[in-house]
């Protein structure tokens, strides 16, 4: 078995082989669905109380204060605590509301993030599944939240949370046609929309500088629309804590809540790794066309270390733009995309297809 | 067409208006020092709080153990939560007339919602906000407190 950190793609298959040898084929599936299963479970509890704490330290330091800072040095365990204290909860259960819909909506949030995260490339082979289309896959799985959110609103019994779950839809509805479109871009330039030939097209320099100004556009778009679509502020306008007190969640407790909680900050990631993936090459080293000496120095620094690097910096943005911008009412919210983000992209996304005619693009 | 330059000119100072926001927050990422929050336990020994700070309801003495409450009872009277009480005495002065002066000046801090009512309209500015702010006890009883210190009596010429 042998086991690189550079190219995960022997390890796999060494594991596979020894499993089908050991037993039946319908077993050994379902035994490397579970593990795939567990091990994306552990990602979750892992990368979801790291973000809640680099959440709250981002925005401490961008407001000048301290952060959290108590529990373990410099607040390291504050996320484990509230995670304990989230786990103890009662879990409180609404007189009036639709049982079955209100206890199957965060499990709806959950899944429909899990699906969407089997599709990124953490490194070379580290993929849980590589569809020939993971692109548009990603795409359509990504939305699927919203019908979480739509039913946590709608099944609560509770006017802030139908409020929060309709302008939700209103919001995810407008903004997954941005997503799809930059994301087009991309795919007009690549001409795939599999992950690993995307991230292996990007070997000679990454899409956002192979591109010119149109993907530069389209990254932005992209970042814009993304934020939307998982409703973070500054579009955070299905929670919005001072208008609607928890807009859709208001009504969840414990794990519940949790589970909503934690899959938004999954989202977050979720979005972030396909932009780093998409626009930024992935797990694919920093790359200049014909500095052989250079391009050798970069691949000597592991993947798994370049995509968390892109990722973590896709997710600060993010973070930047939710501590800066005040949140848009429904009006502006729906302006922005509908008035300016769309007619830029079909725009770009005509320069662009042009420039790839024209062989402009390097 | 003047809609239409509108339309653009709106994209790029939009654009340029939140890189000027985001450069805000920025800064302030960039230099942790510039941290304005008190670390309150760490800094209780140099903690020093704000003139206006309104901790609790205090009747300053100076060095002769003197106050200014003449006992009159108007903040009695202004203070919306009943939280002062004053219990005024007669004594006789040295001319030989009888006058009020004040017993006890007794201040319920567990009653009180610091509106400052009663400072503002004292007429001999008796009263004043003290800058202590750990009120916390294991005894109800120790919230309620007399003001005016023993032994202690009123300034001359306030009368």
Known sequence: ?362 | MNSFFKYFTDIFTGVKSLLVGMSVTGKYFFSPRAIVTQQYPENRKTLKMYDRFKGEIIMPHDANNQHRCTGCGICETNCPNGSIEVIPTRIDSPEGKKIRIIDKHIYHLSMCTFCGLCVKTCPSDALAFGQEFEHAVFDRAKLTKILNQPGSSILKGIE
């Open chain 1, 1 to 362: 078995m042998a086991f690189s950190i550079y190219d995960f793609t022997s390890f796999n298959q060494a594991i596979d082989k020894w499993l089908y040898d050991l037993l039946p084929p319908v077993l050994a599936l379902i035994v490397e669905m579970t593990l795939i299963g567990l091990l994306f479970l552990v990602f979750y509890a892992i990368v979801g109380l790291f973000l809640v704490y680099a959440e709250r330290k981002v925005c401490a330091f961008m407001q000048n204060r301290v952060g959290p800072n108590r529990v373990g040095p410099y607040g390291i365990f504050q996320t484990i605590a509230d995670f304990i204290k989230l786990l103890m909860k009662e879990l409180i259960m609404i007189r009036n509301s639709d049982k079955l819909l209100f206890n199957l909506a965060p499990f709806i949030v959950i899944i429909a993030s899990f699906m969407a995260i089997a599709a990124i490339p953490f490194a070379k082979g580290l993929h849980a599944i590589d569809f020939d289309i993971g692109i548009m896959y990603v795409i359509a799985v990504s939305s699927l939240g919203v019908v979480g959110v739509l039913l946590a609103g709608w099944s609560s019994n509770n006017k802030y949370s139908l409020i929060g779950a309709m302008r939700s839809g209103a919001q995810i509805v407008s903004y997954e046609l941005s997503v799809g479109l930059s994301l087009l871009t991309i795919i007009v330039l690549a001409g795939t929309m599999q992950f690993s030939q995307v991230v292996e097209g990007q070997a000679n320099g990454w899409f956002i500088f192979k591109g010119h100004i149109p993907a530069f556009i389209a990254f932005v778009v992209f970042l814009i629309a993304s934020t939307a679509e998982t409703n973070r502020g500054p579009f955070d306008l299905a929670e919005a804590e001072s208008e609607l007190t928890a807009g859709f969640h208001t009504e969840y407790s414990g794990i519940k809540f949790a589970f909503f909680f934690l899959a938004e900050y999954m989202n977050m990631f979720i979005v972030a790794s396909i932009a780093a993936t998409v626009f930024l090459g992935g797990w694919m080293p920093f790359h200049v066309g014909g500095w052989a000496g250079f391009n050798h120095i970069m691949d000597w620094i592991p993947p798994l270390f370049w995509y968390f690097g892109k990722t973590g910096f896709v997710i600060f943005l993010m973070m930047w733009f939710k501590w800066t911008f005040p949140r848009l009412r429904i009006d502006q919210l729906l302006n922005l995309e509908w008035k300016y983000l769309l007619p830029i992209n079909l725009v770009n996304i005509l320069i662009m297809a042009f420039i790839v005619l024209m062989g402009w693009h390097f």
